[in-house]
């Protein structure tokens, strides 16, 4: 199933884009929206979402508001608000958030950390500091 149906929170508001067929290693640190389609390595931190598209592969480890996994994880997903893993999406590597969905056909492999709303906005605000 397409993500092209489906309403986030701040949709619309995208400020950055790795395109398919772009491959691309290092550290990404945004205080916007962060949407992946093609290969990333390394880390990613952002204050706002992170998206990973349908054909994307991702080996990082995150830290957003929100992520949404349509596309390849491997590494660590840490949110203050919800992880989605959507139909087709994979995840292999631990998780911290306020709410976790995983939609059927979606895989995760990992240990999950729910946390409360007020200690997810605590422990995101140490992290970025």
Known sequence: MSMLGRKKPDEGKL??????????????????????????????ETQGDITIGEQALAKSDMQARHVWIAGQV?????????LSILQGGSLRGDVSCHALVIEEGAFFEGKSHMLQEAAATKEQKAKTQ
Do not use: A, H, W
């Open 74 to 82: 491997i590494g660590n997903v840490q949110t203050s608000g919800t």
């Open 15 to 44: 400020d950055t884009l790795i395109g398919q067929g772009t491959e691309i290693e290092g550290v990404l640190r945004s205080t916007g929206s962060i949407r992946i389609e093609g290969t990333f390595s390394g880390k990613l």
